[in-house]
């Protein structure tokens, strides 16, 4: 609905605060600008409603050049939101959330109404209308700088920071309250801020900004999995990062490379020697093309006493596997649940290609709770790990 | 006690047409200045190039002894209460001038672009925005400058405008004290009265929300 080609601003003076700007919003989407102050957020917000002119290149609004449009009308048309909430201090509620509209020549009545009907979205009792700005609280001063700009129904919401001057708790409840509505409505909304949080939380798409120009553009998770540069990265921080990674770690990433297994023809007195020369207590069984078809236990083999038998006569068949690409948060809870020591991992053929084991996640939730203080040679450990995985309870 | 009513009893006819003489000097400078003073402090703030250099001329005509400006006048129209008129008003013009710039160039900045951003044009926003908000300074400007202007008006009577500055005078030539005090004492009065009756319509005009708030927003 909103296109951006090629767009430049240089203020008076000499500086280029947007620089070559090209991007595309749909319809519906909630977009967030965010970058270090002086980026030229606010300006490119500004240029969409003609607070600012575009020194070069063009914007389109469902498909029509902005700067063809009568200004005011276009105004009008467009919700906006400013930083320092911005009521008419002098106006009551009502005038203010019903302002647009009375510039429009909506009649009285109509306009009472619909101020009426949006206090009503954020639960807001009709008292509230004839009251003055100052005797609202801030966060209320602020529901009515949205409830204003959505008053004619715009199809397109700009907000400058709007809820940078809130305390942080009036600010979340905000932030939840408004993404509701945001898609209650189906609005397109514009959203500067230089609050990560604010962005991940709200956000459809996130553009990230540096001196005038986009850095990286995309989804909450893929610029936390994917940030372009070092940029992006120390925007968003390394914390947030690495509790983003925690969050996107697949259990590939984690898995021990090298499971201990054995042929599905080998015999037990084979597998008795490679348990005890590696230490554990269990062998995964594969064909020859390397996929999994089962494991034995060393108690299994205990019980059976012919040790020329093959393994795949005795091996257990059925067992639980988990897939490399998998994310570790959804396979946690598996593992943990069912009490398994461990899990073999497969790829999408089946072949094993690794192990999982209580340990190696018991060392996950460790990193995710005290910081990844050391290295992650975690392998040492997991070697021995299926022989010895008592670890794991009550982590 | 006699003697207030002995005074009043031969002086009182004329006293009354003196103070309304007085006041109507004062008041027709007074609305000049306002329908001079308030339009173009609206339009300094709009073209701040000029601004600045009509404030100075402003303020210097300000200094200008009070009686040197109305001698001034008696060559350009002659004597009697327009000279007198013309003369207070251009006193009267400062104080409107400057607090209306003030007034009206200190409303919030953000406030004004939220209003534009919104699609007020530039004469609704001057209109329901700036000069709603800039109400309680230009008052202020007012009340200043018609309190001054009951001061000045005494002056008047020097070129033959009459009012309040009649009696003062024609006592001061004719060594009569009464006379004096019947020409200053209301001229106090009528002074303390009208700051009161505008203090009163400064709060009315100020818009509720922004009442008690000291002012611009
Ligand atoms: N009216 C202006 N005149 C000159 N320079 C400006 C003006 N507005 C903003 N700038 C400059 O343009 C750059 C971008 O500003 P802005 O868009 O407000 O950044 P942001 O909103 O990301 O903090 C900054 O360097 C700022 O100083
Ligand atoms: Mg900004």
């Given at each position: 609905m909103l296109v951006f080609e090629n767009v430049s601003k240089v203020y008076?003076?000499?500086?280029?605060?947007?620089?070559h700007l090209d991007l595309e919003i749909g319809e519906g989407e909630f977009i967030c600008f965010i970058g270090p102050?002086?980026?030229?957020k606010t300006t490119t917000m500004k240029m969409i409603n003609r607070l600012v002119k575009p020194t070069d290149g063009k914007i389109l609004l469902n498909g029509k050049?902005?700067?063809?449009?009568n200004v005011v009308e276009l105004r009008r048309s467009i919700g906006y939101v400013i930083q320092q909430i911005g009521?008419?201090?002098?106006?009551t509620i009502r005038d203010n959330i019903a302002l647009v509209p009375r510039l429009k020549g909506v009649p009285a009545e109509e306009r009472n109404k619909r101020a009426e009907e949006l206090l009503e979205l954020v639960n807001m009792?009709?008292?509230?209308?004839?009251?003055?700005?100052?005797?609202?609280s801030g966060g209320q001063q602020q529901r009515i700088g949205v409830l204003r700009a959505l008053a004619s129904n715009p199809p397109l919401i700009l907000m400058d920071e709007?809820?940078?001057?809130?305390?942080p708790i009036t600010r979340d409840s905000l932030q939840a309250e408004f993404k509701n509505l945001q898609q209650s409505l189906g609005k397109t909304i514009i959203f500067v801020t230089h609050d990560m949080d604010e962005a991940i939380k709200l956000a459809d798409r996130i553009v990230i900004m540096r001196a005038g120009q986009i850095v990286q553009v995309g989804s909450p998770d893929e610029i936390l999995r994917n940030p372009a540069d070092d940029f992006v990265r120390d925007f968003i921080g390394k914390d947030r990062l690495a509790e983003a990674q925690q969050h996107f770690q697949t259990v590939g990433q984690i898995m021990n490379p090298d499971p201990v297994s054995i042929g599905l023809g080998a015999t037990l007195s084979e597998a008795v020697r490679t348990m005890r020369r590696r230490r554990v207590d269990s062998l995964l069984v594969t064909d020859d093309a390397g996929i999994l078809r089962g494991k034995v236990t060393i108690e299994q083999i205990d019980r059976n006493?012919?040790?020329?038998?093959?393994v795949a006569d005795l091996m257990e068949r059925d067992i639980q596997t988990v897939r490399a690409d998998t994310l570790l948060r959804d396979a946690t809870r598996n593992i943990l649940v069912r009490g398994s020591k461990y899990v073999p991992v497969v790829d999408a053929r089946k072949r094993l290609i690794g192990i999982i084991t209580r340990t190696n996640l018991v060392d996950v939730l460790y990193d995710s709770i005290w910081?990844?203080?050391?290295?992650?040679?975690q392998d040492a450990v997991v070697n021995e790990a299926a022989a010895a995985p008592q670890t794991g309870e009550g982590s | 006690m006699d003697a207030i009513r002995s005074f009043f009893s031969e002086y009182g006819g004329l006293l009354l047409e003196k103070t309304w003489e007085h006041l109507y000097i004062s008041f027709a400078a007074l609305l000049l200045g306002v329908l001079v003073a308030v339009p173009l402090g609206i339009l300094l703030v709009r073209i701040p190039k000029v601004a600045g250099f009509i404030m100075s001329i402003v303020s210097i005509v300000q200094t200008f002894p009070s009686l040197a400006i109305l001698a001034f006048f008696i060559p350009l129209l002659?004597?009697?209460k327009v000279p007198a008129i013309a003369a207070l008003f251009l006193y009267s013009m400062l104080p409107i001038l400057r607090n209306t710039y003030i007034g009206v160039k200190n409303v919030n900045r953000n406030l004004l672009e939220a209003a534009r951003g919104m699609g007020m044009t530039s004469f609704q926003r001057t209109v329901r925005v700036e000069l709603p908000l800039a109400v309680p300074v230009i008052m202020a400007g007012i009340r200043m400058s018609a309190v001054y202007l009951i001061g000045w008006a005494t002056l008047a009577s020097f070129i033959g405008?009459?009012?309040?500055g009649d009696f003062i005078f024609d006592g001061l030539n004719l060594f009569r004290t009464d006379l004096v005090i019947g020409g200053a004492l209301p001229v106090t009065l009528l002074a303390i009265l009208l700051d009161w009756v505008l203090g009163r319509v400064e709060y009315h005009a100020t818009p509720k929300g922004i009442r008690g708030q000291g002012g611009a927003a």
């Amino acid at each position: 609905m909103l296109v951006f080609e090629n767009v430049s601003k240089v203020y008076p003076g000499g500086k280029r605060a947007v620089d070559h700007l090209d991007l595309e919003i749909g319809e519906g989407e909630f977009i967030c600008f965010i970058g270090p102050s002086g980026c030229g957020k606010t300006t490119t917000m500004k240029m969409i409603n003609r607070l600012v002119k575009p020194t070069d290149g063009k914007i389109l609004l469902n498909g029509k050049n902005i700067l063809e449009q009568n200004v005011v009308e276009l105004r009008r048309s467009i919700g906006y939101v400013i930083q320092q909430i911005g009521l008419f201090p002098h106006m009551t509620i009502r005038d203010n959330i019903a302002l647009v509209p009375r510039l429009k020549g909506v009649p009285a009545e109509e306009r009472n109404k619909r101020a009426e009907e949006l206090l009503e979205l954020v639960n807001m009792p009709k008292e509230f209308l004839d009251r003055f700005p100052h005797e609202l609280s801030g966060g209320q001063q602020q529901r009515i700088g949205v409830l204003r700009a959505l008053a004619s129904n715009p199809p397109l919401i700009l907000m400058d920071e709007p809820f940078g001057a809130l305390d942080p708790i009036t600010r979340d409840s905000l932030q939840a309250e408004f993404k509701n509505l945001q898609q209650s409505l189906g609005k397109t909304i514009i959203f500067v801020t230089h609050d990560m949080d604010e962005a991940i939380k709200l956000a459809d798409r996130i553009v990230i900004m540096r001196a005038g120009q986009i850095v990286q553009v995309g989804s909450p998770d893929e610029i936390l999995r994917n940030p372009a540069d070092d940029f992006v990265r120390d925007f968003i921080g390394k914390d947030r990062l690495a509790e983003a990674q925690q969050h996107f770690q697949t259990v590939g990433q984690i898995m021990n490379p090298d499971p201990v297994s054995i042929g599905l023809g080998a015999t037990l007195s084979e597998a008795v020697r490679t348990m005890r020369r590696r230490r554990v207590d269990s062998l995964l069984v594969t064909d020859d093309a390397g996929i999994l078809r089962g494991k034995v236990t060393i108690e299994q083999i205990d019980r059976n006493r012919d040790l020329d038998a093959a393994v795949a006569d005795l091996m257990e068949r059925d067992i639980q596997t988990v897939r490399a690409d998998t994310l570790l948060r959804d396979a946690t809870r598996n593992i943990l649940v069912r009490g398994s020591k461990y899990v073999p991992v497969v790829d999408a053929r089946k072949r094993l290609i690794g192990i999982i084991t209580r340990t190696n996640l018991v060392d996950v939730l460790y990193d995710s709770i005290w910081g990844e203080e050391d290295d992650e040679e975690q392998d040492a450990v997991v070697n021995e790990a299926a022989a010895a995985p008592q670890t794991g309870e009550g982590s | 006690m006699d003697a207030i009513r002995s005074f009043f009893s031969e002086y009182g006819g004329l006293l009354l047409e003196k103070t309304w003489e007085h006041l109507y000097i004062s008041f027709a400078a007074l609305l000049l200045g306002v329908l001079v003073a308030v339009p173009l402090g609206i339009l300094l703030v709009r073209i701040p190039k000029v601004a600045g250099f009509i404030m100075s001329i402003v303020s210097i005509v300000q200094t200008f002894p009070s009686l040197a400006i109305l001698a001034f006048f008696i060559p350009l129209l002659g004597i009697g209460k327009v000279p007198a008129i013309a003369a207070l008003f251009l006193y009267s013009m400062l104080p409107i001038l400057r607090n209306t710039y003030i007034g009206v160039k200190n409303v919030n900045r953000n406030l004004l672009e939220a209003a534009r951003g919104m699609g007020m044009t530039s004469f609704q926003r001057t209109v329901r925005v700036e000069l709603p908000l800039a109400v309680p300074v230009i008052m202020a400007g007012i009340r200043m400058s018609a309190v001054y202007l009951i001061g000045w008006a005494t002056l008047a009577s020097f070129i033959g405008g009459g009012g309040l500055g009649d009696f003062i005078f024609d006592g001061l030539n004719l060594f009569r004290t009464d006379l004096v005090i019947g020409g200053a004492l209301p001229v106090t009065l009528l002074a303390i009265l009208l700051d009161w009756v505008l203090g009163r319509v400064e709060y009315h005009a100020t818009p509720k929300g922004i009442r008690g708030q000291g002012g611009a927003a």
